[in-house]
């Protein structure tokens, strides 16, 4: 079917079947964990009031698909962004890159070619699929151990 993902168990005996509606609704959710999250520890991480959501999610029809792009909307983007840099200890990172991907699908090929730009340029770029990702992404961002986040 055209709205599910095939994916093979590690044992690569059986196939389930992830419905496009639940992966979207996943992603969601840990969207908003994170964003909530990051609300809640602006004090301790003040450049977390930077990051946004560029509104790439999925396109339903071609003539918004068009009118989008002409806007600026670009495929593939991660799903949350912090364009600001972070200096600390000699450490430095552009900015954070944050993609939410429900834990048994992956990437496409425009998602990894995006992460890899932000790399290049010095952005650190991680691919989570829970809130203590998020917080331990946010941690290295501000140069700091994960063991030390709440």
Request: contains cysteine.
């Amino acid at each position: 079917m055209e709205n599910q993902m095939d994916k093979s168990k590690k044992n690569g005996v059986s196939t389930h079947k992830i419905c496009a509606a639940e992966v979207l609704q996943f992603k969601t959710d840990l969207q908003r964990k994170c964003v909530g999250w990051s609300k809640r520890s602006a004090s301790r991480y003040p450049l977390l009031g930077m990051m946004f959501h560029p509104g790439s999610d999925k396109i339903k029809t071609l003539a918004e698909s068009t009118r989008l792009a002409q806007m600026g909307i670009r495929k593939g983007l991660p799903r949350l962004l912090v364009p600001v840099p972070s200096v600390s200890k000699g450490k430095r990172y552009n900015g954070l890159a944050v993609e939410i991907k429900h834990p048994e699908s992956g990437l496409c090929s425009e998602q990894i070619s995006w992460i890899n730009r932000f790399r290049d340029n010095g952005y650190l770029c991680e691919v989570i699929s829970s809130l203590s990702e998020f917080k331990s992404a946010v941690a290295r961002f501000h140069h700091e151990a994960d063991d030390i986040i709440s």
